[in-house]
C-alpha cells in the first residue's frame, strides 16, 4: 500500500510539473531556460516565489529555511497566527519566522533536529527530507481515510 501511494503521489506530481503556466513571469527565466516550465508552475500554485525585484534566481543555493518553507506549502499545512506562536516555540525552533515555525511544529519529524536556517542544503540532505514528506502525507492520508 505504502509504495502504491509513494508512487501515486511521485506521478501526480511529475505529471503537474509538465503543465504549462503563465501567470508566474520572471526577469531571468526566460522561456528558453530548461526550467521554465516547472519553476512557472510552482510560482501559480504559491509553492515558490520570486523576489521583490521581479527575479526569481533560478541558480541560487537554498537554505534549510528555503526547504522548510516549500516543503510546508507544498504539503498546503496551514500558517499559525501570530498570536498562536509562542515564545517557548521561538526558542525551540530558534527562530522568530512565524511560516517556520508554523511548519516546524506541524510537520513534526520531517525535517529532522539541530537545523541550521541558514545552512546550505546538501541533495542528500533534501532527499530526505523529501522522504520523510512523502511519509508524512501517506501517514495523513491514511488516517483520514
Do not use: C, W
Not at 508552475?41 to 528555503?66: H, M, Q, V, W
Not at 507544498?74 to 525551540?92: D, G, R, W, Y
Not at 546550505?120 to 491514511?142: H, K, P
Amino acid at each position: 500500500m505504502k509504495k502504491i501511494v509513494t508512487a501515486a503521489l511521485a506521478f501526480a506530481l511529475t505529471v503537474s510539473l509538465t503543465m504549462p503556466a503563465s501567470a508566474a513571469k520572471f526577469k531571468d527565466v526566460s522561456e528558453q531556460h530548461s526550467l521554465q516550465v516547472e519553476i512557472e508552475y510552482l510560482a501559480n500554485e504559491g509553492i515558490i516565489n520570486g523576489y521583490s525585484d521581479g527575479t526569481f534566481k533560478p541558480s541560487k543555493t537554498l537554505r534549510y529555511s528555503d526547504i522548510i518553507k516549500l516543503t510546508g506549502r507544498f504539503a498546503q499545512v496551514p500558517k499559525l497566527e501570530e498570536k498562536q506562536i509562542t515564545a517557548n516555540m521561538q526558542s525551540t525552533f530558534n527562530t522568530k519566522d512565524v511560516e517556520i515555525i508554523s511548519y516546524m511544529q506541524q510537520l513534526d519529524g520531517v525535517y529532522g533536529k539541530n537545523i541550521s536556517y541558514n545552512k546550505d542544503v546538501t541533495r542528500g540532505e533534501f532527499a530526505v527530507i523529501l522522504a520523510n514528506l512523502i511519509q508524512y502525507l501517506v501517514n495523513q492520508q491514511t488516517s483520514s481515510s
